[in-house]
RNA sequence: GGAGAGAUGUCCGAGUGGUUUAAGGAGCACGCCUGGAAAGUGUGUAUACGGCAAAACUGUAUCCGGGGUUCGAAUCCCCGUCUCUCCGCCA
């Protein structure tokens, strides 16, 4: 959530940045709610730390009344100290539910974009950053999408995933199988070769984390929980990796902090079905490789484009035909303050498939988390988190299969070979 | 899953109702001492939210978490979480 100390300080900044994200005057008065809550916190909070250090201080002399053998007169300050409790007692359900309403308001608020974001509402304002200057994969005349590819070569099937759970949960095999083992091992090597820390974190996590992140409340219906532990299962690597560090006061010195994990990801993307989302295109369960950096204020926008260059170049590897787009503020995540959307080009459906997304959530996630570095003077900060996939693997799957198709087989790149252990499928 | 023990600051560790304003030790930082270092020695060493224009200073909260008893709780009571030991189960 965002900072109260940058709401008050940077108001202007802030509603600008709602603005981009369709805010009206009517719901930017939330922002002037805000202020005026956090104005009755203080006050709250100044009354009841009063009335406690009175409280504090009669009790003590009732210690010393009775270590002196004074008890009748310690005896008459009870009965003063019992007043004062009631009072303080009131106080503090004011003070308790002013914070609360406060809260619900600050978790209501999404993350203000950078003065660099395009304002925006829908997809189709999202802006071009980098294009796609060479010529689309030409494909054989009888080229299909990669579900009838996944039945050719037998390499995924959906029809058994919706015997063993549902639909939307693909059993990969044979070469489809190792396929999707390979591209996990491949974007870990490079992550790693980048810098990354590997992790291999819990796949459930709970609420608490989901929280810090920014998952609960604003996407609870995304994920599936499980109400018997009270837990979620992941909807990204994110969440758990980002967590590592919740709570944390770090050396100045120890940033950045990198580190990478591989997961499954589980999405109830309920209600988002329809003819576009046929095969890999949306699943309720995929694999990818995430990216995760803590950084200094400072360098967090230079490290979002080093993650933005480090995914153009597993794109690069994996001979894909890709194009960059800046999102504008309508189509951004609610937590992120700049997001660059990476789409692979799916030759045989003719359509962009989106494979990564890599963002900057600067401030409104450590906020949450506690994640903070001490500066050079000392002084406590929180610091910026960033993430990104590098990659998503099931619509990577499927550009691979239908861009690469030949009437032979389908042909794997080469970065792969070493993974796959075939150069070709079929 | 059953039984028992435990959780105190960066770490170790004392603390069973009131000068605890959390002893003591270690570590760390800075200074003194030294040709330099070690040893010795002195000082400092949490976080959050407030008050003051700000600093100095100062209030409140925090001894695993939540609730309770009390004028007063690290300390007593209840609930929960986690860790350790033993037993059971188990890849």
């Known amino acids: 959530m965002l900072q109260l100390e940058i709401i008050r300080e940077e108001k202007a900044r802030i509603v600008a940045g709602l603005r981009k994200r369709n805010w ?31 409280m504090n201080k009669m009790a003590k002399s009732i210690g010393a009344l009775m270590g002196q053998g004074k008890k ?38 999404p993350n203000a974009p950078h003065k660099s974001v395009p304002t925006g509402k829908t997809p189709e304002e999202n802006k071009v950053f980098k294009a796609w200057a060479k010529p689309f994969p030409t494909l054989p005349a009888d080229a299909v999408p990669h579900w009838d590819l996944g039945k050719k070569y037998n390499l995924f099937d959906f029809e058994l995933g919706v015997k063993l759970t549902g639909s939307g949960f693909p059993v990969y095999r044979g070469q489809g199988a190792r396929l999707q083992r390979a591209l996990i091992q491949f974007f870990l090597d490079e992550a790693v070769k980048a810098g990354y820390e590997e992790v291999l974190p819990p796949h ?23 109400t018997e532990d009270n837990l979620y299962l992941i909807p990204t690597a994110e969440v758990p990796v980002t967590n590592i560090m919740r709570d944390e006061i770090v050396n100045i010195k120890d940033l950045p902090i990198k580190m990478t994990a591989y997961t499954p990801c589980f999405r109830r993307e309920a209600g988002a079905w329809g003819a576009h989302v046929r095969g890999l295109n949306r699943v309720h369960q995929f694999d990818k490789v995430e990216i995760v950096r803590v950084e200094h204020p400072d360098n967090s926008y230079k490290a979002l484009m080093g993650m933005v260059a480090h995914v153009s170049k597993l794109m690069t590897k994996l001979e894909l035909p890709y194009r960059i787009l800046l999102l504008c503020g309508g189509d951004m995540g609610f937590a992120s303050a700049k997001t660059f959307d990476f789409e692979v080009w799916s030759a045989a459906q003719q359509r962009w498939l989106e494979v990564s997304s890599v963002s900057n959530f600067e401030t409104f996630q450590t906020n949450r988390l506690k994640l903070r570095y001490r500066d050079t003077n000392g002084k406590i900060e929180l610091a910026h988190t960033l993430n990104g996939s590098a990659l998503a693997l099931a619509r990577i799957v499927a550009a691979l299969l239908e861009n690469n198709q030949t009437a032979d087989g389908i042909q794997m790149p080469k970065a792969l070979w070493k993974y796959t252990g075939f150069k070709k499928i079929g």
């Open 72 to 109: 009748e007169e310690a005896e008459q300050q009870k009965k003063a100290v019992v007043l004062l409790k009631d009072k303080e007692k009131s106080l503090e359900e004011v003070l308790a539910a002013t914070k609360h309403d406060l809260d619900q308001l600050l978790y209501s608020v």
């Open 24 to 54: 009206n005057s009517s719901q930017l008065k939330v922002i002037d709610q805000i202020i005026v809550l956090d104005d009755q916190r203080r006050s709250g909070q100044k009354e009841l730390d009063d009335a406690r250090a009175e």
């Open 204 to 226: 459930l996590v709970n609420e608490e984390s989901a929280r810090a992140t920014g998952q609960l409340p604003d996407k609870e219906a995304q994920m599936y929980h499980c």
